[in-house]
Every structure is written in structure tokens, then in C-alpha cells.
């Protein structure tokens, strides 16, 4: 377990000091889901404007290529 120490408002301060440990966590973890997500459609949206050009068969095999050599490196193969 890790103590975080942040500073709050007093009046929400006194609110987050109410909340059990697991349930500040549990709202905690939630937000950061928020989060994730938000940044998610914001990926989605600029990408949508902003479409990547299609590969070719040549460069999909070169990616291909590549993920199965760093997978054998990792390997250690």
C-alpha cells in the first residue's frame, strides 16, 4: 500500500476524511477510468479527422516482420 498526500479544499477535505479508505479508493479508481476513457475519444476523434493513409501490403509485412524479430529478441531466441 502507498500514501498518497494531496491538498484539498478544506470543506472537501473534511468529505474525503468521512469516506472509508476502500471507498476514496473506489472513487479514486473510478475518475481515473474517467479519464482513460476521456483520452480514449479524444485519440478516436483526432484520428478520425485526421485519417492515416493506408499501408501497403509491402509496409504491413515490414510491420509484421518487425513485431516477430522483437518478439524472437525478447525471447531470447
Keep these: 500500500m502507498t500514501t498518497l498526500q494531496?491538498?484539498?479544499p478544506?470543506?472537501?477535505a473534511k468529505e474525503a476524511?468521512?469516506?472509508a479508505p476502500e471507498e476514496l479508493a473506489r472513487l479514486v479508481r473510478?475518475?481515473?477510468r474517467v479519464k482513460r476513457v476521456?483520452?480514449?475519444a479524444a485519440?478516436?476523434?483526432k484520428l478520425a479527422s485526421e485519417p492515416l493513409p493506408p499501408m501497403?501490403?509491402?509496409e504491413i509485412q515490414a510491420e509484421?516482420?518487425?513485431y516477430r524479430a522483437q518478439v524472437r529478441r525478447a525471447s531470447g531466441a
Design 64 to 66: 509484421i516482420d518487425a
Design 43 to 45: 485519440a478516436r476523434d
Design 6 to 8: 494531496i491538498d484539498l
Design 38 to 40: 476521456e483520452r480514449l
Design 10 to 12: 478544506e470543506s472537501l
Design 56 to 58: 501497403t501490403p509491402e
Design 17 to 19: 476524511q468521512a469516506l
Design 30 to 32: 473510478e475518475a481515473l
